[in-house]
């Protein structure tokens, strides 16, 4: 009888905390415009730690720069920061700071897309999911994107 009533305790207290799940580490590509040699499309690339914790959803962004060929394992100077709201429609409402700047922080807002697909590598069929979550930034002269891939054995 005493052992039950700790035990219960415990399953509830466990199923009342919401889970956080550790952050993921995505790809990170920024695609914006440079007027040094004319007015053409510049991509950046880079890294980004992807958190999910229930609707909330927060992005941090290190620039590959500053992380070098030597150390791939060390990701380098925070250079974004975006912390938002999942919908159920998969739209992200959130703001995105720039870290080390004077500029304000934007309103912006993303769609979260995830697929998977069936492949065969060698005997072994794999189930690939492709996720990506894309932010156009307004006024659209330039976008953030983060994308992942995952395989596991069907």
């Given at each position: ?5 700790p ?17 993921e ?45 030597a ?19 998969r ?32 005997d ?15 006024p ?15």
């Amino acid at each position: 009888m005493f052992i039950r009533i700790p035990l219960l305790l415990a399953m509830i207290l466990a199923t009342g905390i919401p889970r956080a799940e550790a952050a993921e580490l995505w790809d990170f590509i920024r695609v914006g415009k440079s007027f040094a040699s004319g007015p053409k499309w510049v991509p950046k690339g880079g890294k980004g730690e992807v958190a999910f914790r229930g609707s909330k959803i927060e992005l941090r962004v290190f620039d590959a720069a500053d992380s070098g060929e030597a150390a791939p394992d060390q990701l380098g100077r925070e250079t974004i920061r975006i912390v938002g709201t999942l919908g159920s429609d998969r739209t992200i409402q959130a703001t995105c700071t720039f870290l080390e700047t004077d500029a304000n922080p934007l309103k912006i807002t993303g769609r979260y897309i995830s697929r998977d697909e069936v492949q065969t590598w060698g005997d072994k069929r794999k189930i690939v999911t492709q996720s990506e979550i894309v932010f156009p930034h307004p006024p659209n002269f330039e976008f953030f994107g983060f994308l992942r891939q995952f395989a596991r054995d069907e």
